[in-house]
C-alpha cells in the first residue's frame, strides 16, 4: 500500500501534499499523530483502529502502555486531503518533528512516516541500533 519515499515542501500554512498514489488509502479516514523517533506517523483509518485496539489491551499500570498512549493519543488528530491532497499538520506536531521546510514521506506499508530529511538520513544510518532497541515493542505486537 504504502511504499517509496518522496521529498515535499510545507507551505507557509503548514500543509504537505501527499503523493498522489497514497491519497485514494486515505479518503475515508487518516489520523496523524507524533511518531517514536521524533517523526510524525500517517495512519490510515483502518491501521489507527488497529493500532489503538491492541494499546487499549494493555493495562495503564503497564509503563510501556502509558508511555505510548500519552506520545500517541495525545498528539492524534484526523486527517482529510484537501482538493490538492495536501493535509495540515499543526505547529505543535511540525515543532515535535523539527519539520521546518523540506519533509520526507517514507511508505512503511500500512502506514506512512513524516520526518525532517537528516533525521531521516540518520535513522538510515543506524537502522541496526534502531531495530535492536525496538525489541520491546516488536515484542508487544506494535
Not at 486515505?26 to 500517517?42: E, H, M, Q
Request: glycine share 6%; charged share 20%.
Amino acid at each position: 500500500m504504502f511504499w517509496g519515499e518522496y521529498s515535499h515542501q510545507l507551505d507557509e500554512k503548514g500543509r504537505l501534499i501527499i503523493p498522489a498514489r497514497f491519497r485514494p488509502h486515505l479518503t475515508s479516514g487518516a489520523v496523524l499523530t507524533r511518531g517514536l523517533d521524533r517523526n510524525l506517523v500517517v495512519y490510515p483509518q483502518t491501521a489507527w483502529t488497529s493500532l489503538c485496539e491492541s494499546l487499549n489491551q494493555m493495562p495503564i499500570t503497564h509503563p510501556t502502555g502509558r508511555a505510548l498512549r500519552r506520545l500517541l493519543f495525545s498528539g492524534a488528530m484526523e486527517l482529510t486531503l484537501d482538493r490538492q491532497g495536501r493535509i495540515s499538520i499543526p505547529a505543535y506536531l511540525r515543532d515535535y518533528a523539527a519539520l521546518d521546510s523540506e519533509v520526507l514521506i517514507a511508505g512503511m506499508e500500512t502506514f506512512l512516516e513524516l520526518w525532517e530529511p537528516t533525521s531521516w538520513r540518520a535513522t538510515l544510518n543506524d537502522v541496526t541500533l534502531t531495530l535492536a532497541e525496538t525489541e520491546t515493542l516488536y515484542n508487544l505486537g506494535i
